[in-house]
């Protein structure tokens, strides 16, 4: 009653009615979860790598048109939690999935569905919301039409709307505008949540800190990609234009310190420069990136530690 209140209201003034929403993003690690998301903006808001658990946070990331907004709400990849950090990364999904409109749940056609495939299946296939399965990476799928139908099983017993789309987030951004117009179009009647022009929910220097953390997750071997939280701990300007920006590299444990340094201190500078030109493409401005290596004793697995690092 008091919605048909608003919109007529709203009509009476002559403006035009707009809908709204929030879509999340969900998956197993490493499915192209970020990929999409990026590609449904045309600007990078959240870090990608070839690693599983890329993501930390939901990122929200906001397309607007002069009627329609989606807030999108990026996820970490749902996987069984070995940590503090893990179980915080979980229930980053469960938050991003309390309150949506749209679910769009992604896969990897390149392989057929594994347990964490069937634990985010378990999740989705009982939310009362309407639901898009994305089957992606089709560019290097194999049998994309058999695993497609292997995916679509796992939805057996779903009684809420649902549809299919398969695609190449990275390569195909006809058919990532095609998916978002369908999006679009699934969106409940409501004011706009974030003002006109906005990309994202994140603070630049947060946006900074994570660009920083994947390209040392991209460099890193082994457990160490995991074992590295960043942060920006400060940001000036100076009156040329130029962006200085110092962040921390954390570690878990002294002795990760020296490796991530790497001889001569030639992996951190490798870190540096390619993390340098990604912000420089992004805020068009010279940058300079002040990169320190500090230890917080065994950070993923104090709560108080994920605070203080921003995961909370
Ligand atoms: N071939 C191919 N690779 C893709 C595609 N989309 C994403 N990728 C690659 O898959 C890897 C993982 O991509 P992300 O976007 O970080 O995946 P994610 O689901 O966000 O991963 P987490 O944050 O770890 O859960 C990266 O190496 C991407 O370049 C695609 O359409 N085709
Ligand atoms: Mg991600």
Do not use: C
């Amino acid at each position: 009653m008091t919605d048909s209140l608003q919109h007529l209201d709203s009509n009476e003034q002559g403006a035009p009615s707009t809908r709204a929403g929030f879509v999340a993003i969900v998956g197993k690690p490493n499915v192209g979860k970020s990929t999409l998301l990026n590609n449904f903006l045309g600007v990078k808001v959240a870090p990608i790598s070839p690693k599983p658990q890329t993501s930390r946070r939901g990122v929200r990331g906001i397309f607007t048109t002069d009627e329609e907004q989606i807030v999108f709400v990026d996820t970490p990849g749902l996987h069984r939690p070995k940590d503090a950090l893990g179980k915080y990364m979980n229930d980053e999904v469960h938050s991003a999935l309390a309150d949506v409109d749209v679910i769009v749940w992604v896969v990897d056609l390149r392989h057929p569905p594994t347990d964490e495939d069937e634990l985010v299946a378990r999740i989705v296939r009982d939310a009362p919301k309407p639901l898009v399965l994305v089957g992606n990476k089709v560019d290097a799928a194999k049998y994309p039409d058999e695993a497609v139908r292997l995916y679509t099983n796992l939805l057996e017993g779903r009684t809420g709307e649902w549809q299919s789309v398969v695609l190449s987030a990275q390569k195909d951004p006809a058919a990532v505008a095609a998916l978002r117009a369908s999006i679009l179009a699934l969106l409940p009647e409501n004011p706009f949540f974030y003002p006109v022009g906005s990309a994202s929910d994140q603070t630049r220097e947060v946006w900074a800190a994570e660009l920083v953390r994947e390209e040392a997750m991209k460099k890193l071997r082994e457990e160490l990609p995991y074992a590295v939280a960043t942060r920006v701990t400060s940001w000036t300007e100076r009156e040329d234009g130029l962006q200085r920006i110092e962040a921390e590299l954390v570690v878990e444990k002294a002795s990760h310190k020296g490796i991530v340094i790497g001889k001569g201190g030639a992996q951190l500078k490798e870190i540096g420069q390619a993390a340098r030109k990604q912000l420089e493409v992004f805020l068009s401005q010279k940058v300079f990136l002040g990169l320190e290596v500090i230890v917080i004793h065994d950070w993923r697995k104090d709560p108080e530690a994920l605070r203080e690092l921003g995961y909370e």
